[in-house]
């Protein structure tokens, strides 16, 4: 199942389907057709129909979904059945709170190792992560085998962060600077962008 | 200029061309290709020149783009050239580090008010910004007249807010929690989404 190739606007919103199946878990739903989840996720259920039909056929005529199965299914696609370490790099504002987030499940990503640069911030220790010094990430990130890194510097030292990261071993950045950082093709990046999104916000209030 | 339609694809890449320029700009560089920004920006040179011509033609074969003048273009076109006064909610790790963030452009995006329902955090002032009671929430916002609303609360939390802030006139909201929002088509939403962020990417990961 996973050879077929799933368009990359699918997958992106997968992550969506699965909080909202999460949800109804919780609730003990059993079952959700394709207009709950359109109207839950604002999308149009022909649309999600094609996307669910992605990863082989759960729905059930009048019935729907079944809701453990295709959170399992998605889980499974979104490979978040294993535990994925991560290394925090900027232990400012952003990236204390990052350190103590509870948005995201700990048992899928876990925030390993974190560096900073500043002397007094190194050998602190953060909910539980040692706090170590940015002159030893690549040693450390690579001894670690750590696969994802968080960029969460100033803009001006996210690229150097980011090819330390990559030397390091890491293949996929989160990165949290208001910049754009030039990586390899073989690095996965994610952007998490508060000014890009508030530009775009305030676009649509001039209506 | 306004009136014309432009698709939301071309909006929602604005935000990122007005960076580049801002970063050559600071460097002193007056103009840029489209060549240059799509090597830049990782976008083909024909979608750049095509987003580029929705808002007048200042490109010059051989030469490219103004760089000041398309900047200045941009920052009307998305609205930037007011100032937009926020109302935070929720001071909590994510919340402190937004209302101390300086990754957006303080002149165009400020926090000026902070909201909160822990007794030991109304009051007290962060980066001069005093912490207020949310059980005032609607009441202050529409008094201080504020547009754009951030949720920094638990996701269990996020809707009850986001009604009190459209309550009080808010019609954009920036939400932080990881959780869909069910507001009126009226209210502009942007959600800065982190652990959809790191699940898509791990996706990529697998290969």
Do not use: H
Not at 127 to 142: K, Q
């Amino acid at each position: 199942m996973k050879e077929r190739r799933i368009p990359k606007e699918t997958i992106d919103r997968l992550p969506l389907y699965l909080r909202c199946l999460n949800k109804l878990i919780d609730r003990g739903e059993e079952n959700i057709s394709s207009e709950n989840f359109s109207s839950r996720l604002n999308l149009n259920s022909a649309q999600v129909r094609k996307d669910l039909s992605y990863f082989g056929d759960f729905g059930t005529r009048g019935v729907g979904y079944k809701t453990e199965k295709l959170a399992s299914e998605i889980r499974d696609i979104l490979n978040l059945d294993k535990s994925w370490s991560m290394a925090l790099v900027g232990v400012g504002n952003i990236g204390s709170a990052l350190l103590t987030y509870r948005g995201f499940d700990q048992r899928v990503f876990e925030v390993e190792m974190a560096f900073d640069r500043n002397p007094d911030l190194i050998g602190e220790e953060l909910n539980g992560v040692e706090i170590e010094d940015v002159n030893n990430l690549v040693d450390r990130v690579s001894e670690k085998n750590i696969r994802i890194g968080i960029v969460a510097v100033p803009a001006q030292a996210a690229q150097e962060i980011s090819e330390k990261l990559v030397e390091g071993g890491v293949t996929g950045i989160l990165n949290f600077a208001p910049t754009l950082l030039d990586i390899p093709d073989d690095v996965q990046l994610a952007q998490v962008d508060i000014t890009k999104e508030l530009e775009q916000l305030v676009y649509y209030l001039q209506k």
